[in-house]
């Protein structure tokens, strides 16, 4: 074997060498933070309002006399089909689909939901077109193109339901919150939750976890909000105590 064959073998093992050490790194980190999260348990929460518990994700159904609303659609299609039997709710009777943001897990049950309109912050589209990438040479993606736009301060009325959008950018280029009838306010990855208190988001999942702290702020002073639910910690149903120590 000559030489120059051999340097571009140890060349090679070296290149897939520091690749699987960071994909090792990489999967350690995710499950070690991963681990930590405490979100609900699949099952009613409110009269009208359910959970459901998809590993370290929850995604929500509001109730209406025209179907479902959901936030978010979770991490594993065949997960969310199975509870959602459990609650014997039918994935056709979901009308209307929010993300919070296009992260893999909170887009794969998109599909069951073949009756639903698909709502997203404008500002997402970065993060499906390349623009904005939590990682190099991989981007987000949605199993649908036939996405609304929502902007920041807009309000769409679905049945008896009214749902604020407000725009907090940092864990993608357009996380966005939703208050649905003033009092329920929908956070996704913004932010966690420790003893009942507001916390910073996972620094290790952001885009810009500066920006994100900064997002948390404008959802701490919003009049009539009672109940905050996130993706990943749960849920705080004092949303006064929640949000009164919070500092940047």
């Known amino acids: 074997m000559n030489k120059i064959v051999k340097r571009i073998l140890i060349g090679v093992g070296v290149l897939v060498g520091i690749i699987a050490l960071v994909v090792v790194g990489f999967l350690y980190k995710f499950s070690s933070e991963t681990g930590k999260m405490t979100p609900v348990e699949t099952g009613q929460i409110s009269e009208h309002g359910y959970a459901i518990k998809d590993e370290f994700v929850n995604m929500y159904l509001i109730k209406d006399s025209l179907g479902y609303i959901a936030i978010d659609a979770g991490k594993d299609i065949k997960v969310i089909e199975t509870e959602l039997k459990k609650l014997n709710i039918k994935p056709e009777e979901v009308i209307a689909v929010f993300l919070t943001h296009s992260d893999m897990d909170h887009v794969a049950g998109l599909p069951l939901f073949t009756n639903a309109k698909l709502y997203m912050a404008r500002n997402e589209e970065k993060m499906l077109n390349g623009e904005k990438q939590k990682m190099p040479g991989y981007n987000n ?28 950018e940092g864990h993608t280029s357009g996380s966005m919150c939703f208050q649905i009838n003033d009092k329920n306010l929908f956070t996704g990855d913004i932010l966690s939750l420790h003893d009942g208190k507001l916390g910073q988001s996972v620094k290790f999942f952001d885009l810009d976890h500066d920006m994100t702290t900064k997002s948390i702020s404008k959802i701490t002073n919003i009049p009539n909000v009672e109940v905050i639910l996130t993706s990943h910690w749960g849920i705080s149903k004092d949303y006064k105590n929640a949000v009164k120590d919070w500092k940047e």
Do not use: A, F, M, P
């Open 141 to 168: 993606s949605l199993s649908r193109k036939d996405y609304i736009l929502l902007d920041d301060h807009q309000t769409v009325e679905i049945g008896k339901h009214k749902i604020n959008c407000i725009l907090t």
